[in-house]
């Protein structure tokens, strides 16, 4: 068995691991892990990983940690009821050769990993799809599920809590990272809408690819906040850059409406610009939380439903701008990770990595 382990303290820090493949015991099943995205929303997990929790979900070695991807994987072995060698399932996987889950609740449509570490952890990350009965899932868009699907299952969500709050209707939507991945799913999706007023931010590198998306109403890079007319406005951060959050709470004082935390594809500057902020206390947008709220108030199905509508449509959207750049090997998988994490990845790309 291998594992790509990143060091929790120095996420430049990363190393290959060797190890024996784990041996099964009743109601247990073995993944062999094909493929999976790599992007700035893995950069995220790490960065987060000890203040979400996100390296609990796949445990390592003391001080290491295994960073969680989103991909596909196959069922090699099982003494688990229900779950049968060859299935194919998408859902939250290691930078591993191989998971060993506990499935619970399996059944046509898959399980859920049942394993006692991972009980206390957020439910939207134990699912594992039987590529047969996903409505999201469709042969020629496996790379798009694996690099954008989380993101866009975010994005999504940040649309409807943005719309459903009023606060499309009070003022421009100032996103910063607007060349990442998430901020431009949520662009798309609020794009669509009648009379919301986007601000795209970004670096001067990304000014001429973000504007040719054509979702944005506005880009600007990042020391030009101050050209932006003064008024009502929400800001919806992702870049987690606390220069930029300070300078935009300060542009906007008493009159920005909402700040809202998505991301930090700006790691490394995280902790910049802290103090007291002008205006109102920033928010953490929790995926998981948001989601639990929808699946309770239209029921899960109708959720899927509603998600796998929008999904479709912006699956065909990508196709003029995206390039699905593909590698194999732990040796790979290394070094689009550290080019992920210094920046180095150009915003039209995106990674997939094999391990066959």
Avoid at 244 to 265: D, F, K, N, P
Wanted: include cysteine; proline fraction near 6%; charge should be negative.
């Amino acid at each position: 068995m291998s594992d790509f382990l990143v060091k929790r303290e120095d996420l430049r820090e990363c190393r290959i691991a060797e190890s024996e493949a784990p041996e099964l015991e009743p109601g247990q099943a073995l993944l062999r892990v094909e493929r999976f995205g790599l992007s700035a929303n893995n950069v995220t997990y790490a960065v987060l990983g000890q203040a979400m929790s996100y390296w609990d979900f796949f445990p390592a070695a003391e001080g290491w940690g295994r960073v969680p991807m989103w991909g596909f994987a196959e069922v090699q072995r099982s003494e688990a009821e229900g779950v049968e060698p060859g299935v194919r399932v998408y859902g939250y996987l290691p930078p591993s050769s191989h998971l060993l889950v506990t499935p619970a609740d399996a059944g046509a449509n898959g399980f859920v990993d049942g394993s006692p570490r991972r009980a206390a952890l957020p439910s939207a990350y134990q699912s594992y799809l039987a590529t047969g009965a996903d409505p999201f899932y469709r042969e020629d868009t496996e790379e798009l599920q694996m690099l954008l699907r989380p993101l866009f299952f975010t994005s999504f969500l940040i649309d409807d809590q943005l719309v459903d709050e009023g606060l499309t209707a009070r003022g421009p939507i100032v996103i910063s990272s607007a060349s990442s991945k998430t901020a431009i799913a949520a662009a798309f999706l609020l794009a669509q809408r009648e009379g919301v007023e986007l601000v795209g931010m970004t670096s001067p590198r990304s000014v001429e690819f973000v504007e040719g998306l054509g979702i944005y109403g506005r880009t600007i890079t990042y020391d030009a906040i101050s050209s932006l007319q003064r008024g009502p406005a929400t800001f919806v951060d992702i870049a987690g850059d606390g220069n930029v959050r300070l300078a935009v709470h300060s542009h906007y004082g008493e009159e920005l409406i909402h700040s809202m935390t998505v991301g930090i594809t700006h790691w490394e500057e995280l902790g910049a610009g802290e103090g007291e902020l002008p205006g109102p206390s920033p928010t953490l947008f929790f995926a998981p939380d948001r989601l639990a709220k929808r699946s309770e108030d239209w029921g899960r199905a109708e959720l899927q439903s509603r998600v796998s509508g929008a999904w479709h449509p912006f699956c065909e959207w990508t196709d003029g701008w995206l390039e699905v750049v593909q590698d194999r090997g732990f040796e790979a998988v290394q070094r689009v990770y550290l080019d992920v994490l210094e920046g180095r990845v150009d915003p039209k790309s995106a990674n997939v990595l094999s391990l066959e």
